[in-house]
């Protein structure tokens, strides 16, 4: 099965300045703009925002 570029992976990196980051496919369709969701960071130890970077 080939991938294709409608879910492309993501990197979600935290604006919490730790320089932690998850990385997720999103649904171009749904979501064309930037991803932001709430997740947690083990580097500040608490639930911050993580936006998505290119």
Do not use: I, Q, W
Not at 13 to 28: D, H, I, L, P, Q
Not at 33 to 49: C, I, M, S, T, W
């Amino acid at each position: 099965m080939a991938r294709n570029e409608l879910r492309p992976v993501v990197k979600l990196r935290s604006t919490a300045g730790t320089g932690y980051t998850y990385v997720t496919r999103k649904n171009r369709r749904n979501d064309p703009e930037r991803l932001e969701l709430r997740k947690f960071d083990p580097v500040a130890g608490r639930h911050v925002v993580f936006r998505e970077e290119r």
